[in-house]
Structures are given as structure tokens and as C-alpha cells.
């Protein structure tokens, strides 16, 4: 089998959206749409599942809460609890004002960095990485839609046409 | 146009009614004269009279001394009995003085955010805003009330403001050095200047308003844009000195740069969570046809936000206070949290632990129920932040939330419901003529 794509080219957002929801509407299988910009409601539009960043960055922050939380207690109550300027090391409950901005800032240090990473890792980003642009234009002003050949090449090429686009490619990908 | 249910109404009356009655009995029940109070402690056997069998015990071992330690301890009991009178005395008054100024602080944090909502032209809250101007109806009914209560602490009709009462001024040099500030014409006069200044705002806010619905141009919103700003100015300043006045000066030997910017921030978030409460009440009645679930998400975003703001300034006075340990600025927190331990710490579980926890999901902060009962749990967190600016300074340790308490809570609340939901029936909910309204209409999160 081989495994030609169609490459469909717009250069308005409000068309593609309207060709991503025809394209859709035909259960025709959309592979990846490549943007200059982000489109507001695309991600609904091709029917993408939510992230679920936010819940990776909850838990990291609740990893950095623990962090912070262990490190001043050790640190501070059990390995060598000095009286430093009369502030009570008999406990950590004694003295957690003292430490609450550090255990804040390991929360937010945690979640922050953590998410990054996460993003990309998940996203497949890193330096030296190659570029996966099908065309050069679609990081200045065109849209590009990819969709998987299965069945007829002429039917899909002039539905592709019908949806406003201003160029349609079949490629063959390795 | 909003009818008001009178099954609502009913029960804003059974509120008042009950709370009134509670009030009453609160006042009754309070001691009248020391005779009672002894008489109250000897019954409390277990309760502050522990010290004087100790003084008894040390007495008869220097048998030489006992006469001149009888005439200590005697005089030393006559003073505990009377600083237990007067904090007894003070209970129902505080009772309803907390409840009084957290209802009225209330309204007032959603007109400033009112005010907020108009000078940043919000395209999202123009929908919610005759819900808004609702809520503050009830501030000119809660100033009346507040400012009563003020002049009978002027009256000596209880000890409230210690500063008040010539005889403690006398022998408190400390108070004597803040005199020209604390003093009861200067005090009352600005009472007055921020309350009418604030009864203005709302007044002629809402006059433009309900003007603009039938004009033909936008002057009416442009003139509503320059009060709001002018209002926001007066509202940061005397917000600030109404917090020294009417809070801060109950303790007046103690004193916190950031006390202002602390107590807005609990009236802020109470205010902005009875925007979503009533908005919820209003839309699951069918009255709010334009209000989406993406309106109420901005909400509770604000009352997340607004709660996490308050935290940070909560635990920024206590901590700067704490760490340093200053004994004229430290005996503040000794004594809530020797005397107060639960209602202290526990504001912090209510207004942080909770809503932080609840609040923090998207979808959560869109269901209703989720933000009902975290709308409950963060009002009456708010109500126990002030409980506790208030209460240790007046009752100190004989503080309880008894019937006076749970009454005057009771009898603003029905006061409150029944003056917001007539005010919501005197104009259409929805404001015709806002530039912003087509876009708040159509706001999608």
C-alpha cells in the first residue's frame, strides 16, 4: 500500500476552519493541520482529546510542596537544629512561617519547570531537533492540511479543491 | 423583570425576625451588673477562679503575710471581675457590630468591583451588571445601620473603641499620643464623609445607568466611566482609613502597615462570591437568560484568585509580625492564637485551604452546586476573619458563637436578602444601551 497524502493549502484561518469541519463532516482522516499562529477552536474543530498538562503541572507542584516541605525539615528540625536568632527548631509546626516561602517557591519551581519539560518531551522539542515543515509557507501566511489518501485520488483531490483551497498536492511519503 | 418570590421574601422576614429576637435576648442575658458576673464565674467553677485557689494556697504558707495577701488577691479578683464585666457587656454589641460592618463591607467590595468592571470596560460582566448594582442597594441601608452603631459607641453606650471612654484615656499615655487622630468628632466626621461619598458612587452610578438604557448616545456610560474612576481613587484612600477607624483602632495600642490592603481583600472576595451566588440564584429562577456558564467561570476565577490574594496578605502580616517578634506588635497574634486557636487558623482552612483545593479545576468552576458550597464555605470564612479582627479586642476571652452571634448573622442576612431582591425587581436585569453588552451577551470561555 502506499501511502500518498494530499497536502491542501489555504491562506485564510476561517476557511480552513470550515474545511477542517467539511473535511470531518466526510470522515476523511486529518493526519496534521500546520499553522503559522494558533487558531482559536481548531483544536475542537478537528476533535482533538483536552490536554492534560494542567493535571501533570498539580502534581509536580504537590512534588515541590514535598521537596520543600522535607528539605527544611531535615535541614532545619532534625540534622542540626540551631537556636539561630531565638527562632523555635523544636519542631517543624514551630517554625513553618519561616519556611512557607520556600516551600511556595519549590511548589512554583516544581510545576513550572517540570511542565516545560513535560511539554516537550510530549511534543518531541529539542535543540538541534529537524524541522518537520511540509512547506516553508506555513510558518509565514498559509495553512496546510494533511489527510491520508485511502480510495479514490481524483475524488479526494476535487473535494479538497471544493473547500477553498489554493493549492492541493498529492505527495508520496517515505 | 425580576419578581421577587415571596416564598424568599417570607423567609428574608423569618430571618430578620429570628435574628431580631436573638439580638433582643443577647442584650438581656448580658450581665448588668458585677454581682452577676461573680455569681456567673462561682457558677463556671472551672473556669478563671483556678487562679484564686492558687493565691489562697500561696497565702497560708506565709502566715505572716496572709492579711496584706488577702487585700492583693481581693483587690486583684475585684479587677478580674470587672474586665470579665466589660467583656461580657461588650459580647452582644460586638456580636452585632461584626455582623453589621461584614454585610455592609460586603456591598461595598462589590461596588468596587463594580467599579473595577466599568473603568477596565469589561466585555464579560456588562450582563451582571444590574446583578451587581442589586447587591449594593444594600449599602445604603447597611451605612445607616453601621453609622448608628457608631454614634451610640460615641454615646458610651458600650465599650467598643476603649479610645472612646475618657476614663482609659486618662491613664494610657499611648492612646493620649494618638488622640489627635482617635478622637470621637474627627472619627465620626469621617464616618460620614466615607460613607456619603461611597452612597454617592452607587446613587448616581445607578442613575446613569438606568439613563442610559433610554438615551440616545453614550454620554451616560461616559460619565459612569469618569465617576468609576474617581470613585476607585476615593475608595483606595478611605478604604484604607476606614480599616484604622472602624477595625484596626478596637486594639488601639497595635498597629500594621498593610491592615488596609488586608481587610479589602476579605470584603473584596466575600462580595465577589455573593455576585455568584445571587447571579446563580437569579439564573437557576430562569431570570438571567444571557448569563452562560462561561460568565460564572469568570467568577469563580476571581473568587479563587481574590481568595489566594487575601492568603498572601493574611500571612504577610502574620509572618512579618511573627518573625520579628516585637512585644507591642506581637501580642496581637499571641492572643488569637492562645485565645482564638480554632476560628483563627481555621479562616485560613475556609478562605485557602478550601477554595483553593475546589476551585483550582476548570470544570468544577463551572458547577453550580460545586460553587455553591464553596461560595458558603468562603462567606463564612470572610465572617470569621472578621470575628477575628473584632472579637478579641472587645470580648477577649470570653468569646463564644453563641445565640447573640448566630442572631445578629441572621437578622443582617434577612435584612440583606430582603433589600437586594427588592432592589433587583425595581429594573429589567439586563442593561440595554452598554456598549459592551452585545459582546458580554455572546463571552465564551
Keep these: 500500500m502506499s501511502n500518498k497524502v494530499i497536502y491542501a493549502i489555504y491562506n485564510d484561518d476561517d476557511i480552513l476552519m470550515d474545511a477542517v469541519k467539511k473535511t470531518r463532516a466526510a470522515h476523511h482522516h486529518i493526519e496534521e493541520v500546520f499553522t503559522p499562529f494558533p487558531v482559536h477552536g481548531l483544536d475542537k474543530a478537528m476533535g482533538l482529546a483536552p490536554t492534560r498538562l494542567a493535571i501533570c503541572a498539580f502534581i509536580y507542584g504537590l512534588c515541590g510542596l514535598s521537596f520543600g516541605t522535607f528539605l527544611m525539615d531535615f535541614v532545619m528540625i532534625q540534622d542540626w537544629p540551631q537556636d539561630i536568632g531565638g527562632k523555635p527548631s523544636f519542631s517543624y509546626i514551630d517554625n513553618m512561617p519561616a519556611f512557607v516561602p520556600i516551600m511556595f ?14 511539554f516537550y518531551m510530549r511534543s518531541r522539542l529539542w535543540p538541534f531537533k529537524e524541522a518537520e515543515n511540509p512547506d516553508v509557507r506555513t510558518t509565514d501566511d498559509h495553512f496546510l492540511m494533511e489527510v491520508a489518501v485511502n480510495g479514490n485520488e481524483e475524488d479526494l483531490v476535487s473535494f479538497f479543491e471544493g473547500t477553498g483551497a489554493v493549492e492541493v498536492k498529492v505527495i508520496e511519503k517515505h | 423583570m425580576y419578581t421577587f418570590s415571596s416564598k424568599l421574601k417570607t423567609f ?59 487585700v492583693k488577691a481581693d483587690s486583684e479578683h475585684k479587677e478580674h471581675l470587672e474586665h470579665v464585666f466589660h467583656q461580657l457587656s461588650n459580647k452582644p454589641w460586638s456580636a452585632l457590630y461584626v455582623a453589621c460592618i461584614f454585610f455592609m463591607l460586603l456591598s461595598l467590595g462589590t461596588l468596587a468591583f463594580y467599579a473595577i468592571q466599568q473603568v477596565a470596560q469589561a466585555g464579560w460582566s456588562p450582563v451582571l451588571f444590574r446583578v451587581m448594582q ?18 451610640l459607641c ?38 460620614a464623609v466615607f460613607l456619603t461619598g461611597w452612597n454617592l458612587y452607587r446613587y448616581f452610578s445607578r442613575k446613569n445607568c438606568l439613563a442610559q438604557d433610554e438615551s440616545n448616545d453614550n454620554s451616560f456610560y461616559k460619565k459612569n466611566f469618569n465617576y468609576s474612576a474617581g470613585f476607585l481613587v ?30 479589602f481583600a476579605s470584603f473584596f472576595v466575600s462580595g465577589i462570591t455573593m455576585i ?48 520579628a517578634n516585637i512585644p507591642e506588635e506581637i501580642t496581637y497574634f499571641i492572643t488569637r492564637i492562645q485565645v482564638y486557636n480554632l476560628p483563627f487558623f481555621g479562616a485560613v482552612v475556609m478562605n485557602f485551604l478550601f477554595p483553593v483545593l475546589i476551585l483550582i479545576n476548570t470544570d468544577f468552576k463551572r458547577i453550580t452546586w460545586v460553587l455553591v458550597m464553596a461560595g458558603i464555605v468562603i462567606l ?35 435584612l440583606f436578602i430582603f433589600v437586594v431582591f427588592s432592589a433587583l425587581t425595581k429594573a429589567p436585569l439586563l442593561a440595554k444601551r452598554n456598549p459592551f453588552i452585545e459582546e458580554s451577551k455572546h463571552f465564551h470561555y
Design chain 1, 105 to 118: 517557591e519549590e511548589t512554583v519551581f516544581f510545576a513550572a519547570h517540570l511542565m516545560v519539560i513535560t
Design chain 2, 12 to 70: 428574608s422576614f423569618v430571618l430578620m425576625a429570628i435574628g431580631f429576637l436573638g439580638i433582643g435576648y443577647g442584650f438581656l442575658s448580658a450581665p448588668k451588673n458585677i454581682q452577676e458576673v461573680e455569681a456567673l464565674l462561682a457558677a463556671d467553677s472551672h473556669g478563671g477562679h483556678g487562679s484564686e485557689s492558687a493565691h489562697e494556697a500561696a497565702s497560708s504558707e506565709h502566715a505572716s503575710a496572709e492579711a496584706k495577701h488577702d
Design chain 2, 134 to 151: 442589586g447587591i449594593t442597594a444594600y449599602l445604603p441601608v447597611g451605612s445607616v445601620i453601621f453609622f448608628i452603631i457608631l454614634v
Design chain 2, 154 to 191: 460615641g454615646l458610651h453606650f458600650n465599650h467598643l473603641f476603649i479610645w472612646l471612654d475618657p476614663e482609659v484615656v486618662k491613664h494610657d499615655e499611648l492612646i493620649q499620643t494618638k488622640s489627635g487622630f482617635l478622637n470621637f468628632p474627627f472619627w465620626i466626621v469621617r464616618a
Design chain 2, 234 to 263: 476615593f475608595f483606595i484612600v478611605t478604604e484604607s482609613i476606614m480599616s484604622w477607624d472602624w477595625i484596626m483602632s478596637i486594639d488601639p495600642h497595635w498597629f500594621s502597615t498593610l491592615f488596609g490592603w488586608y481587610v
Design chain 2, 276 to 323: 455568584c451566588m445571587v447571579t446563580l440564584y437569579l439564573k437557576s429562577r430562569g431570570y438571567l437568560e444571557h448569563v452562560n456558564t462561561s460568565h460564572v467561570h469568570d467568577l469563580a476565577k476571581f473568587m479563587f484568585g481574590i481568595s489566594v490574594f487575601w492568603t498572601y496578605l493574611w500571612f504577610s502580616q502574620f509572618m512579618l509580625i511573627w518573625y
Design chain 2, 380 to 414: 463564612l470564612g470572610h465572617y470569621v476573619d472578621f470575628f477575628n479582627m473584632i472579637m478579641p479586642g472587645t470580648v477577649g476571652g470570653s468569646w463564644f458563637i453563641g445565640v447573640p452571634e448566630i442572631a445578629s448573622v441572621l437578622f443582617f442576612l434577612g
